[in-house]
């Protein structure tokens, strides 16, 4: 019997319109699952730092947002959230226009921590950073910042 393909959450997640950073650069996601998330940025002036390119802190901010989401969908049903505790990102091609393609996968999910890597591609397919962050797993009861994780203070 053939495994069933992984769940897709990505529509249902741009369909939330989530707000904060990721609406902010207008990143969309293209696949959200367990096991890989994939989105796209078209880069405009507000990604733009003063010599004209990306600025790191885009590319920072996609690696996070990519591996927290990934690493958020295999630890929810378990009724877990995560926190990143570490993210290293290298800038390697410098960005002046088009879109940005980056996707994330696990390199390890344990019970207390996950690590995941991420790329970013521009629209000739050339990387231009690469990121790995760690995430700590939360238990359901964890308090975080004075409140429990997704629930509105």
Request: hydrophobic share 45%.
């Amino acid at each position: 019997m053939a495994e069933a393909p992984p769940e897709d959450f990505a529509a249902a997640l741009n369909a939330a319109g989530l707000d904060g950073w990721m609406a902010a650069m207008g990143l969309q996601l293209t696949r959200a699952t367990r096991d890989e998330v994939e989105a796209e940025l078209t880069i405009g002036p507000q990604h733009r730092q003063a010599y004209g390119i990306v600025h790191g802190g885009v590319h920072a901010g996609i690696v996070e947002t990519l591996a927290s989401i990934g690493a958020a969908l295999h630890a929810l049903p378990e009724g877990r959230s995560i926190v990143g505790v570490e993210n290293h990102t290298s800038f390697l091609r410098a960005v002046r226009s088009g879109r940005l393609r980056a996707a994330a996968r696990p390199i390890d999910r344990g019970r207390r921590t996950q690590v995941w890597e991420v790329s970013v591609h521009d629209d000739d397919g050339r990387l231009c950073a690469s990121g790995r962050v760690r995430l700590l797993v939360l238990e359901p009861d964890a308090v975080l910042a004075g409140q429990r994780p997704g629930v509105p203070g």
